[in-house]
């Protein structure tokens, strides 16, 4: 089974994708994207992503290197390797998939039911102002532009297989662990 992490930004993606890698480190690795923005904080290439240039963006997009890319952002491209999955399932692991809303739909109609698509929903957008002021790594300009796009990507919502609500941590872990015991193949 290939997961496929879908939310707005500051919900809470990465944090239960983290999770997962720590509970199960030989079961799931997760699927590093392409991007065109800049590393943040301690970000290393090849590791949260592949960070690249537009003019190789573009030169992988007309290579067909992609299952699937999107503008995420103005001027900022994201985009999924198809060498990815076919990495990590060589190396007998699950791939996990943290992608924007969009991306995430695309990614399960591509997919079918070799995929599960998990929507983490934030308990409020005053609380997800919050997480992305307290991650401290994103600029007062971008956190406008994301907070804009988030209740946009909640309409998304009711397209996704799953949905986590991440209010309280240990309760979203929860969820998530349930999902993952009832569909893991
Ligand atoms: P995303 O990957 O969706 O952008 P993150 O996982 O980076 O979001 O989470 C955004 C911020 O919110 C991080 O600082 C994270 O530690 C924090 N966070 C995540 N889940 C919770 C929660 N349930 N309660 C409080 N803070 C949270
Ligand atoms: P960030 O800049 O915070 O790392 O990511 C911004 C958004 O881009 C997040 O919603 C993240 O899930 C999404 N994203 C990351 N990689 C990809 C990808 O390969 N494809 C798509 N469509 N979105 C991606």
Redesign the pocket.
Known sequence: MIYIFC????????????HLLTMHPDLFELSVSCTTRAPRGQEVHGKEYYFISVEEFQKRIENNDFIEYEQVYDGLYYGTLKQEIDRIEAAGRQVLF?VDVKGGINLKKILGDKATSIF?CPPSIEELRR??E??GDTSPEMIEKRLAKAEYELSFKPQFDRIVI????TN?FKQLDAIIDTTTK
Request: proline share 4%.
């Open positions: 939310a707005p930004s500051g919900s809470g993606k990465s944090t239960m994708v983290k943290d983490i997480r992305l307290g991650r991440n209010d309280d941590l979203a």
